[in-house]
């Protein structure tokens, strides 16, 4: 079964407005990672929280974990179109023995 | 100044054949990936390579085999391929600290493999 579980499969959204995304895995971890995927293209990645970080932020990209529910969160503020892609959490499975990505979630963003 | 790169671009072959998938890496990382993407997107690891050991998913076919002739390459063989292996592979590759692997990934733009 997948180890990164995304939420929603889909996301519609108008230029400007938050994009959140969430992420469920099941075993423990070192760390999870967000990834970013364009049509046709390779993934790309853009962020990585630890197990012991709670909340990370790179540019308009904001990640929470709780390791407690095992999930994860990736916020993306005033979003451009230029962010309509596909979303992927990762995560290494049990303390890094495997790598595991969740199916992704497809994000539109209309201008 | 390709990080990782991988040839060629799309493959388009009949059940039965062999094929090869080649995967190049110029960051200096000691660890590198093969991921299968399935139409609806799935992204599954196939293999994880370093020079110390290969970890293998279990579901992976025996059909597919890694190599490596050095650390900056890890190719793919397949062998009789089959309808169902039309995917797209990407390869990748990321430094894997002492503690274990999984740090950030690099991703190849992918191979387009269709088996008809």
């Known amino acids: 079964s997948q180890q990164g579980e995304e939420d929603p499969q889909a996301l519609s959204i108008q230029e400007g407005e938050n994009a959140t995304m969430n992420c469920s895995y099941k075993?423990?971890?070192?760390?999870l990672q967000w990834y970013r995927q364009n049509s046709g293209r390779g993934l790309v990645h853009l962020i990585l929280?630890?197990?012991?970080?709670r909340e990370k932020h790179s540019g308009r990209l904001r990640v929470t974990l709780d390791t407690s529910k095992k999930s994860s969160s990736l916020l993306i503020t005033a979003s451009r179109a230029a962010d309509t892609a596909s979303y992927f959490c990762?995560?290494?499975?049990?303390?890094?023995?495997?790598?595991?990505f969740g199916p992704g979630t497809r994000l539109s963003v209309l201008p | 100044d390709t990080a990782v790169s991988q040839t060629p671009k799309y493959l388009v072959t009949q059940m039965g054949n062999d094929k090869s998938i080649k995967c190049e890496q110029n960051l200096g990382h000691d660890t590198m990936y093969w991921y299968k993407q399935d139409s609806k997107k799935f992204l599954k690891i196939m293999f994880s390579y370093n020079n110390k050991e290969l970890i293998i998913n279990e579901t992976v076919p025996n059909r597919f085999s890694p190599k490596s002739p050095d650390k900056a390459h890890l190719n793919l063989h397949i062998n009789s391929l089959e309808l169902g292996d039309s995917a797209v592979y990407f390869c990748a590759s990321s430094s894997t600290r002492i503690s274990g692997r999984g740090d950030e990934q690099y991703f190849g733009p992918g191979t387009r493999l269709t088996v008809t």
């Open positions: 075993t423990s971890i070192n760390n």
């Open positions: 990762a995560t290494d499975e049990n303390y890094g023995q495997n790598f595991v």
């Open positions: 929280i630890r197990s012991n970080e």
